[in-house]
């Protein structure tokens, strides 16, 4: 699927669910969106960046047990950078405990650089998921993740991606101050020499019944044989919730 199709399918989502769910009273729906303007674009998996500011738009339909969660990054010069298109499904659901498979779709575009000249280029990922929620407090949880990702070109990498995250939301400054915060570890394991152990920590704070946020992200190698060495990034931005 190129970069084009997914643009197709996420503005055909974004149009027809809504008018669906207003159409049928059948058909219960839970729609969010969020458009985030970053200082260093940041990809699903965090030690991949694009290492320079990045338009991120995320939507996310829910019906039952499935939702579909596409999701557009570009740079500031509108080239597709990221396109996602996660189907996810929910395969148990408890108080204290879910349980999803997920399987995506994506392109990645980058700039690679040849002894004539240099070109934008597309690859094609085919990425298998499976993750679980603990609700250790109404407003805690602790995440682990796996996925197995499979490019379809040539060059492109074949691995795995192990996370842990454990995150509180909605702690309060005063009356209408709300903020978030995370910790996450996370562990590639890619084909060539792209294998590391990352930690990365994430708040984010925001103003209660305004749709606007500030967030910040940090990401540190711990251990890695990329070369060359990963060193400190990090990602600031504002988000708009639809």
Known sequence: MRISLSIIFF??????????????????????????????????????????????????????????????????????WVIDNWLHYLLIRKPLFELTAGFDVSAFGSRHVYSEGSAWEEQRYFTSSISGVFRIFSKSKLTLAYWNDRGQEKESLLGNYFDIEGSRSDFRIGKNVLLSAGLQVFYIDYTGLNDGLFVSPKISTSVKNIPFSVFFQAIQALESDISPFPGFRWNIGVGYTL
């Open 11 to 80: 503005s055909i989502f974004t149009t027809a669910f809504p008018q669906q769910q207003a159409d049928s009273l059948k058909t219960k729906l839970k729609t969010t969106a969020t458009v985030s303007l970053n200082s260093n674009g940041i990809a699903s998996i965090p030690a991949f960046s694009l290492g320079k500011p990045a338009i991120i738009a995320s939507l996310s339909l829910v019906k039952n047990r499935f939702s579909y969660d596409p999701t557009l990054s570009y740079g500031l010069d509108l080239r597709p």
